[in-house]
């Protein structure tokens, strides 16, 4: 018997559409999922976004305020797609009213942010997700099984990359994520969450670092108006950009093995450039998001000169097989969410994790810390 689960998403920006879209999408791909996403409410607090929202997608009801949203009965899950600085107070007033949370990450300003969160969710017995979606590529899935059956013999390096150029613009404006206050960091809690997630999704903990980051936009102009995803704004008041365009980070594992995690949200001609190359003592593996069913792997007993092989993952390879019947047909970002909200719903279905949590939110957060302390400190940090 297929049970609904009331949902809210709290922030309507183009994540809030994401997250969306893919309760909607859930059931036509896992339709053996037990529970039904049920759209009860929206919440946002820009005039008009939330009843645009109810009218496009079929929410019961809107609010402007996400504290209705805690003591609504007929909720019970939220999605939280609100902006950085609001994540540590809405995330745990939700899990102290037992609501599961699926949380955008990365999940507050500060590891102590994250910690509250996951602290509350935990405390509440509640399943709390978080969105760390390119772990849920099925070629990084593939990838990991590779690096776990030691098939590549033993990791000795890995370098992460995640480039784009959404604040390339000059005339960019200066909005909530280039604030300290209301963003934190800059491109280490945009980009270099994704890239610490992913590394140590792969490799195991990371226990030591040194980083260096720069901006290289010190200036933008403020906004006249509300804004969604990276809106241009020009004849605006200059303001100063307070966090960073650029982190370069070297990474030291548990394992024995070296790491490079570089991210840069300035980076002209470059659209979602993200990505890893991972080589062990036998072979390698390499990913790019841009080519996202793919893998290169390089295997074998060579050593020198041995060749790469394009690998195009199928069904069998994670949740390939809920959206497409065959290898090399392509999938596509939003699937990504998909996967995200059908594991968060089933860790509610089951009442046992699925998926990215808050401890792994925790993890991530302590490794942005940890950047922000060695760059301060111009040392090596070790992380706890």
């Known amino acids: ?18 997250h969306t879209q893919a309760y909607a999408r859930v059931p036509h791909h896992f339709p053996q999922l037990g529970v039904r996403p049920r759209l009860v409410t929206v919440a946002e607090e820009v005039p008009g976004r939330a009843e645009e929202a109810a009218a496009q997608f079929g929410f019961a009801s809107t609010t402007r305020d996400w504290r209705e949203v805690v003591s609504d009965p007929r909720i019970q899950a939220v999605s939280i797609t609100a902006p950085n600085f609001l994540h540590r107070e809405i995330g745990v007033a939700m899990a102290e009213a037992g609501k599961h949370i699926w949380i955008e990450k990365p999940v507050g300003l500060t590891a102590e942010d994250a910690g509250a969160v996951a602290g509350a969710v935990a405390k509440a017995g509640v399943q709390g997700a978080v969105g760390f979606n390119y772990r849920n590529a099925p070629a990084v899935e593939t990838a990991r099984a590779l690096i776990a059956s030691g098939e590549l013999g ?31 960091s800059g491109v280490l809690g945009d980009l270099a969450s994704h890239g610490a997630d992913l590394a140590r999704h792969l490799l195991g903990d990371i226990t030591s670092l040194t980083a260096d980051t720069a901006t290289f936009i010190p200036e933008r102009a403020r906004p006249t108006g509300a804004t969604t995803g990276h809106t241009l704004a020009t004849g605006g008041e200059l303001g100063p950009v307070e966090n960073e365009d650029y982190v370069n980070c070297l990474l030291r594992f548990a394992s024995g093995a070296r790491g490079v995690l ?8 470059e659209q979602n450039n993200y990505g890893f190359e991972i080589h062990g003592t036998k072979g390698a593996v390499f990913w790019d998001f841009r080519r996202m069913n793919e893998l290169g792997v390089s295997r074998g007993t060579s050593y020198q000169d041995q060749p790469v092989s394009t690998v195009y993952v199928g069904p069998g390879a994670g949740e390939y097989g809920a959206f497409q019947p065959g290898a090399a047909t392509s999938m596509g970002y939003d699937d990504l969410k998909v996967i995200e909200a059908y594991r968060f719903l089933r860790s509610v279905a089951e009442g046992k994790p699925y998926g990215a949590t808050l401890d792994d939110a925790v993890h991530s ?20």
């Open 1 to 18: 018997m297929v049970s609904t689960l009331g949902v809210a998403v709290v922030g309507f920006g183009w994540m809030g559409r994401v």
């Open 365 to 384: 957060a302590a490794v942005l810390d940890a950047m922000t302390r060695s760059v301060e400190s111009g040392t090596w940090v070790t992380l706890e």
């Open 154 to 184: 033993t990791v000795t390096h890995v370098r992460v990359r995640l480039f784009s150029d959404y604040a390339a613009h000059p005339d960019g404006a200066l909005t909530w994520r280039y604030e300290k206050e209301r963003g934190g």
């Open 262 to 269: 570089e991210a840069c949200r300035v980076s002209v001609g």
